[in-house]
């Protein structure tokens, strides 16, 4: 299949640049739509649908489990779902998060990388924990509904930093634009030919249009949030599945019982793989989350790697959006 044919105008093919590559804030009129939908005549009547959907749900499922934790954990997930479908459907949000997964899938064996530098420290701290008789006692106690909501607490604490520290990282991309910066940014890109133009011409200052801000800003935040959860995520699932493997391996059923002090619930077919080790795995991998996502931040091993993958991206979108806002205002001065 051949690839769709750009527009001749380098504005309109700028535009359709951005929004194959999750930018789709840049775009003016993706940006008004989605200022649009967050005024309060669009978000109120979808906010009160959704909160009596999860609240109904969220009392219906806490009565059939008669665990009072099941109701908030599912009034949250309901909530969250919600907020994502409008935000990848009203806020245009979609082309963002597309991008930042396709990009994060397609260089996986850098996510494994590092991932990996978390991993052995990590699962060293995690199996002293697991083989542990306090542990499998506070976590068997958990009913599936405490338990899920602990989960959605240690998401919450993730993202709230992750939405704290990543804006820092964006503030940082637009620092240092010069000539050269946009003519490497612009490179391969439908405003290539135009950036020439601009830096050879005394009267452009493309630089002048380099600072992000706004919904700019908050797409490369997205962006780097979504890259950042699916590394989180990988290894999440990791150290899930190596705990439910050496835990089926090496804990008997009489030594989880004599942990828990409780009769265990086995499956059928997979000998040594209790409900009980189901909890204290998801506990554990969770608390690895929160875990990976604070020292991929701070801890400058990892936070080095994880950012030089982007860096180029976030770099590239601004030194593009700098040509394109420039040529928005000359087409705007020229035009009677």
């Known amino acids: 299949m051949s690839p769709k044919p750009r527009p001749a105008d380098p504005l309109a093919a700028t535009e359709v640049w951005f929004l194959e590559h999750g930018l789709s804030y840049f775009v003016p009129s993706e940006r008004a739509a989605a200022r649009e939908a967050l005024t309060p005549r669009r ?21 059939l489990s008669s665990q009072v934790a099941a109701a908030p954990a599912v009034l949250l997930t309901v909530v969250g779902l919600g907020a994502l479908a409008y935000a990848l459907t009203a806020l245009r949000a979609r082309p963002i998060v597309g991008w930042a997964l396709k990009r994060t899938l397609s260089s996986l064996g850098s996510v494994v990388s590092t991932a990996s530098r978390a991993l052995p420290l990590l699962l060293v701290f995690v199996a002293f924990l697991f083989i542990n008789a306090e542990a499998w006692q506070m976590a068997a106690s958990l009913g599936f509904g405490t338990l899920w909501l602990t989960a959605l607490l240690l998401l919450g604490l993730g993202t709230v930093f992750l939405l ?3 804006p820092e990282e964006v503030d940082q991309a637009d620092d240092a634009v010069d000539d050269a910066f946009l003519l490497r940014a612009c490179r391969d890109t439908p405003l290539e030919e135009v950036s020439r133009q601009m830096v050879e011409d ?3 200052d493309p630089a002048a249009h380099a600072h992000i801000s706004g919904y700019d800003r908050w797409n490369l935040v997205v962006v780097l949030l979504v890259i950042q959860a699916v590394q989180v995520l990988v290894l999440v699932a990791a150290v899930f599945g190596f705990l439910l493997v050496f835990g089926s ?3 008997e059923e009489s030594v989880q019982r004599s942990w828990t002090g409780a009769p265990t619930s086995h499956l059928a077919f997979v000998p040594n793989v209790s409900a009980e080790l189901v909890k ?8 690895s989350g929160l875990y990976f996502t604070v020292s991929a931040i701070t801890d400058e091993s990892y936070r080095g790697q994880f950012f030089a993958t982007v860096t180029r991206h976030l770099e590239k979108a601004v030194g593009v959006r700098a040509v394109y806002l420039t040529l928005r205002e000359r087409e705007a ?3 009677p």
């Open 333 to 335: 001065q020229r035009t």
């Open 249 to 251: 391996l090496i804990l």
């Open 164 to 166: 704290v520290r990543l």
């Open 202 to 204: 005394p009267g452009a």
């Open 43 to 63: 978000v109120l009547p979808a906010l009160g649908v959704l909160v009596v959907v999860a609240a109904s749900l969220a009392g219906l499922l806490g009565w």
């Open 280 to 287: 204290v795995s998801l506990f554990l991998s969770s608390f």
